[in-house]
């Protein structure tokens, strides 16, 4: 063991085998991370390979495999001693794989010293959760939810001596209802094992045990909601995976299982909808009316087409081009330190996302809740608008890597709100188009991007009918076109799209709590994939 001046942790070098060689291993408590380099002459730097302890999953003692050849003279001399180090391999496209390096050395108090030390190291990695509750979805996607887990999941828990306790759904809301009634406060963390149906079935239900152990009145719209503690993690297996992909930059299931088994822990904004002072859901991602609740709606209808349901909808619903009249009231996210065209991404450690936190902390301290939204003007908009989106995300995927907002964030406390009017199918089509491609999709004339903290829309229908859930904007409407030719002008409302559920009402109000939840997840890593790909192949060489 080698000491370092200064009072630094010290650091443990040894000579040990690798595959066919021997190389120089170096334990580094100071700087947190375990390497390995040939220290013969000349040195390559690509065969020098550093793994992070914190991205090491699990070590165990490992006994000799005596079928190998050719791995030196010792093995002829005297008995060998091995361990193994299972750890993250980053690939390509934030894909992560689990690999591993058996070690190993003749002096038998060595190896046991150097697992000793590794293990203990494991041990204060405090974030890493030790106990899980595991919802598994066998209908979402292509029912394939339990063989995900069981094939590809299970074991990595089980290497990293994580217990489980898996329930597999059997009916809508049974994980909902289950988390009202099982002892939370028992587990690191909630696993949901499906799409993001199945997510926002898990977060509900969390995110309502909290407000309701804590005596929090969900229909109260101005409620100061309590943050939830216990993380979510998401093991992507149904039709869409959206809040995956934008959280962790693939949608993969041993990547996924990777984050949580390390610990990671990414905050997430969430967004509650009500009407007339009445609860209806949360949101972490896309709020739709118009374009994306029509495709919704019709494609409920369809389920038993699988996945293909969302591209028939889609088609059918840009072919009716309908648009909606109506009134949006928003207040502006001023604490936010970006805007939705800074073309600046969230990634992991986002400084706008903390920064923002902060300033939003301090305001609410400050002011209060109430009277901060009291004191600051309402901007209002009214018009016919073919889609009104707000997003708490980027809400990117494989066919859409951008996302709806690209430089959305996932945890400053305000949505991006995108404001679709009325165009031709033809300018409408070239909006979409943009959604697939590197150019800027606000770059029309005809749509309008805010960055806000809450929010309120009232339909024309049911300004005139029902709604009395916002006076502000209320008698504002211009003369309307009272009849509908040919002019695809909708007489209906249409239907809100909240993270792939249906709403019924049209009237709602809308407001983000910032950092409400946490995920299992460490937010898009900056692109370093020619790097971890050249230093990933130089372990696969050697070992």
Known sequence: MERLPGGRRPR????????????????????????????????????????????????????????RRNIGRWQKMAKLHAFTVHFVKKARNHRW???AATF?????????????????????????????LVYINPFGGKRQGKRIYEQKVAPLFSLASISTDVVVTEHANHAKDNLFEVNIYKYDGVVCVGGDGMFSEVMHGLIGRMQKDSGIDQNNPKASLVQCNIRI????????????YSTVGISDPVTSALHIIVGDCQPLDVSSVHHNNTFLKYSVSLLGYGFYGDILKDSEKKRWMGPVRYDYSGFKTFLSHHYYEGTIAYQPAKHTHGSPRDKVSCRTGCY????????????????????????????????????????????????SPKGLSPAAHLADGSADLILVRKCSRFDFL?????????????????????????????SKLSEDNESNVMDIGKKRFGQFCRDHPACCCNIVNSTWNCDGETLDSSAI??????????????????DCKDEAAHSQSSIEQLL
């Not at 020098?48 to 302890?53: D, L, M, R, T």
């Not at 494991?122 to 030790?130: A, F, V």
């Not at 305001?363 to 708490?392: D, M, P, R, T």
């Not at 909006?431 to 809450?454: A, E």
């Open 12 to 67: 443990l070098v040894s000579s040990l085998g690798l595959g066919r060689r021997s190389w120089e291993v170096t334990l580094d408590e100071e700087r947190g991370r375990l390497a390995w380099r040939d220290p013969r002459p000349p040195r390559r730097a690509g065969e020098n390979c550093v793994v992070p302890i914190s991205e090491i999953i699990a070590v165990e003692e490992t006994e000799f495999n005596k079928k």
């Open 233 to 244: 993690g998401i093991i992507p297996a149904g039709s869409t995976d959206c809040i995956c």
């Open 509 to 526: 109000e809308v407001r983000v709590h910032c950092q409400l939840m946490k995920l299992f997840a460490r937010g898009i890593e900056e």
């Open 97 to 99: 794989r689990c690999s």
């Open 104 to 132: 190993w050395c003749v002096d038998e108090h060595l190896c046991n010293q150097w697992t000793q030390a590794l293990k203990e190291l494991l041990e204060m990695q405090k974030s890493r959760p030790k106990q899980l």
């Open 430 to 458: 070239r909006y979409l188009v943009r959604h697939t491609n590197q150019d800027d999709q606000f770059d029309f004339p005809f749509v309008d991007v805010y960055r806000v903290k809450c929010f309120q829309f009232t």
């Open 352 to 399: 706008i996302c903390k920064e923002s936190e902060k300033q939003l902390a301090e305001q609410n301290k400050e002011h209060g809740l109430k009277n901060e939204e009291g004191e600051e003007e309402w901007k209002v908009i009214k018009g016919k608008f073919l889609a009104i989106n707000a997003v708490n995300m980027s809400c990117a995927c494989p066919r």
